[in-house]
């Protein structure tokens, strides 16, 4: 909207600041809301001066576009942060950008392993601490916003992850696991207990969206198991992913689907 210089986006920003606040103000009583309320204010500042500047230009270039769009993880994830340091000690925020570096390829930028894993290893340091940061976003070697793409949330848990060499990852989403085929087009579709890196990675690539190739592959790396959990079923054990070939009957784990796609056969006739 601001790039088609349509000022009605000075309403949608406020939009966004007003509904993060109301989950601060139901989270927080009045005398513990003061640090978050400066956070998402700070916050609302420098979006709309991003914003305002491009609606003067009427442009959007990717590099601001991920600048843009970093703003609804850092919001959230403060809050979460510090909703979590009311019931516990040593609850620390990390600010995502700081620590997992890029490429400059804005939109789906490419992680610096090298640099990112020991950005983390020093940064998370307290065996006891807990530690809240937002994922999809990082930075490049100049400090500019990036962001991971697709999945880039998930991906951010693989990295961390794997770079503390964890005993498990755990992702959390909406479904019971990664199931044996769509629930809306199958209705005996079912979850599935276990399955192997390559099933998990081959099943993602032809239309499974409950995970997305780039999160396994940190996890295949230092070969760290990972689970896939549903938020909303909190007691189901959910899909757990190794390097284990499972021990079951179902020589078939799943069947994958993509809508929407048309395949054009051409032969050159001799």
Aim: glycine share 6%; proline share 4%; with cysteine.
């Amino acid at each position: 909207m601001a790039e088609a210089g349509n000022e009605a986006f000075r309403e949608k920003a406020d939009d966004i600041y007003y509904r993060h606040r109301q989950v601060a103000e139901a989270l927080f009583a009045s005398q513990e809301i003061g640090k978050v309320r400066t956070f998402l204010k700070d916050q609302k500042q420098d979006l709309e001066n991003l914003l305002h500047g491009i609606f003067l230009i009427k442009e959007l270039s990717p590099r601001v576009l991920d600048c843009v769009m970093g703003y609804g993880e850092m919001m959230s994830s403060f809050i979460v942060a510090q909703y979590i340091a009311k019931f516990f000690a040593d609850v620390e925020f990390i600010d995502s950008r700081q620590v997992i570096k890029t490429d400059s390829e804005f939109g789906s930028a490419r992680v610096d392993f090298e640099t990112t894993d020991a950005n983390l290893l020093q940064t998370i340091d307290k065996p006891q601490g807990i530690y809240v940061m937002g994922g999809f976003i990082a930075s490049n070697d100049r400090d500019v916003t990036t962001t991971l793409g697709r999945g880039g949330s998930d991906y951010t848990a693989a990295i961390v992850g794997a770079a503390l060499e964890a005993e498990e990852i755990e992702i959390w989403t909406d479904v019971d696991g990664v199931m044996t085929a769509d629930p809306r087009k199958v209705k005996k579709a079912f979850s599935l207990s276990e399955m192997t890196y390559e099933e998990a990675m081959e099943m993602s690539h032809f239309g499974a969206k409950v995970i997305h190739p780039p999160t396994v592959q940190p996890a295949l790396d230092k070969e760290i198991p990972l689970r896939i959990r549903n938020t909303f079923n909190p007691d189901f054990s959910g899909t757990l992913i190794t390097s284990a070939i499972p021990r079951d009957n179902y020589p078939v784990k799943g069947i994958t689907s993509i809508s929407d796609i048309t395949l054009v056969t051409v032969q050159v006739a001799a």
